[in-house]
């Protein structure tokens, strides 16, 4: 198995020599996606829409906490009730039978603020993702443009990083980058800001 690691690998470095003439004239380009992605102004619509979402859902979320809290706080006043030495028995019960239904409302109400965040964290999830698909789209249209007009045969993302966390291109030439060019023709039509 060693000897067969070795003989490719003694292979691949044999015809990376003998095409090497081939990669000279290969034109090649560098793309930093992240930097393109962030500067995106569809990017800055995107996340701003997902933190008002976010923000609804703490309200609401936060909204049906303190339901919940006001509710325990219901249960114990009730419980300090039932156990009052003035009441009569029929009353003790009555508070014993509402303190007991309260209960029940508290459980349910725990379970559905349970199910609420399950429930909205999916969502926001979904919403994330589908906004960052489109993203992804819209860039890759441009890139894909520019690389058709202007011949690429090989473009790279330098913000990419391998399996072991080392960055998959280790050194390109600034002139090798284009991901300025990308940010221009992505932004050149995004509406005015308000002042």
Request: aromatic share 6%; proline share 3%.
């Amino acid at each position: 198995m060693k000897q067969l690691i070795v003989s490719l690998s003694v292979a691949t470095a044999l015809c990376s020599f003998a095409s090497s003439s081939a990669l000279a004239q290969m034109k090649v380009g560098i793309v930093d996606m992240n930097k393109v992605f962030t500067s995106y102004y569809k990017t800055k619509d995107a996340e701003a829409r997902l933190n008002d979402a976010r923000a609804q859902a703490k309200t609401d979320l936060d909204g049906r906490l303190e339901t919940l809290k006001s509710n325990m706080e219901a249960i114990n006043k009730l419980e300090a009730d039932a156990k009052k030495p003035e009441l009569t028995p029929d009353k003790q019960q009555a508070a014993i039978r509402t303190r007991d239904e309260k209960i029940n409302e508290v459980r349910n109400l725990d379970r559905e603020i349970g199910e609420f965040r399950q429930t909205r964290e999916r969502q926001l999830q979904e919403q994330f993702m589908r906004m960052r698909g489109d993203i992804v789209q819209d860039i890759m249209k441009i890139v894909d443009a520019k690389v058709k007009a202007e011949g690429f045969e090989l473009v790279f993302d330098k913000s990419g990083q391998g399996i072991s966390q080392v960055p998959v291109v280790l050194f390109s030439a600034p002139s090798m980058d284009f991901s300025d060019s990308l940010i221009t023709e992505l932004n050149k039509n995004a509406p005015a800001k308000k002042n």
